[in-house]
Each structure stands twice: as structure tokens, then as C-alpha cells.
């Protein structure tokens, strides 16, 4: 499997050395060619508008957006979540997304850079253990549609649980950063569960 990671912007990097802790080869995704040649795509955290954007230059947003609509098994963390929402609260005026997960989340829910934390959360589904977590500037999920499988969820501010980890066929997304932490069930549960 050709997994590629989507290099315009954010902790791309990470995520490649994620998938190379996980005996899996990435290339870097910037220019509709380097999409064509793979199989699988991870769209990493980092400023969603900017992605956008970045995309609309690189004019990979279209592509990006028709093969993940065509089934291409697809991850994105924290603004990697917010680019496969089909809604978004909070959202900046006209901000797009990839869509493709029956999820509305809510920008940078748990805060600003400052209230960033680390935490472990339990995800049955992913790994026997719980996940090691970074929560930067992160999203949660608000509201749910039908075939939404929750992986995880977390107590926020409002004192309610918000998934951080959710499900939808070939998509994948966490609201959290594990590509920064050495636990990589995160990205073994993509390769084996979701790109099969």
C-alpha cells in the first residue's frame, strides 16, 4: 500500500515518521501527480484555513476531495479532523472542508495554544491500552450522523464527553496528535482496520 501525507502545511513530517515506525514507506502528497501514485492519504494537524488554502494554490483541493468521495481511506488529526467534517462550528467565513465524515466539530474546542495538554484516553477499538494524546488548539465533535462509529471521546470544558476519535467507513480522524507521541496504535489501527 502507497500511503502518502499531505505536505502544504502542519506536522506532516510526524506523521511520516509515524508510518515509517510502522514499516510502512510515505511520500509527501503536494501536486495532483504525487496524489494519483498513492493509495491511502493522512492530512495532518496544523491551521485548517491555511490547508485550505494552501490546497486551492497547489490546486490539489478538487482531486483531494473527489478520492476521498471515490472511497480512498484517508486520516486526518486535529485540523485533519476539521478538513473531513462535513460541518464546522465556529468555522471562519467561507472556510471549505474535504468532507466526508457525517460529523459537525467545533474549532479549536478545547482552547487556545496556551491550554494545550497531554492525557491518555482509552479507544477499545484502536488498542488494548489506552492512546497517549496531544490536544493543541483541538476540535471536538458536536454532533453525529448515522454511520459514525465513536472511537473515543473526551470530557471538555463544558463538562460533557465530545468524541476525539471517530469513524466513518474509509475515514478516519482524531482531534488529537499521536503522530508527536511514541504511540503509533493510532496509525497501525489506519493501516490494518481502515485501509483494508
Not at 494545550?116 to 471536538?140: G, K, L, M, N, Y
Not at 470544558?157 to 511514541?182: G, W
Request: charged residues 25%; negative net charge.
Amino acid at each position: 500500500m502507497r500511503v502518502g501525507v499531505l505536505a502544504l502545511q502542519g506536522d506532516f513530517r510526524e506523521h511520516i515518521s509515524a508510518l515509517n515506525h510502522c514499516n510502512v514507506e510515505a511520500t509527501e502528497v503536494r501536486r495532483v501527480g504525487e496524489l494519483e501514485k498513492i493509495d491511502a492519504l493522512i492530512i495532518p494537524g496544523g491551521e485548517s484555513t491555511t490547508i485550505v488554502s494552501l490546497a486551492k494554490t497547489f490546486e490539489i483541493f478538487e482531486p483531494i476531495k473527489k478520492r476521498i468521495a471515490s472511497g480512498m481511506p484517508t486520516y486526518g488529526s486535529c485540523a485533519g479532523m476539521i478538513m473531513l467534517a462535513d460541518h464546522i462550528v465556529a468555522a471562519k467565513d467561507g472556510q471549505e472542508t474535504f468532507g466526508g465524515i457525517d460529523i459537525t466539530v467545533r474549532r479549536n474546542a478545547f482552547g487556545r495554544q496556551v491550554d494545550s495538554f497531554e492525557t491518555d484516553i482509552s479507544a477499545p477499538a484502536i488498542s488494548s491500552t489506552p492512546i497517549r494524546a496531544v490536544f493543541i488548539r483541538a476540535p471536538w465533535v458536536e454532533k453525529i450522523g448515522k454511520g459514525v462509529e465513536v472511537l473515543a471521546s473526551y470530557e471538555g470544558s463544558d463538562s460533557k464527553a465530545h468524541a476525539v476519535a471517530v469513524r466513518q467507513d474509509h475515514l478516519l480522524a482524531t482531534a488529537f496528535h499521536p503522530e508527536i507521541t511514541d504511540d503509533y496504535s493510532v496509525h497501525r489501527y489506519f493501516l490494518e482496520k481502515v485501509c483494508k
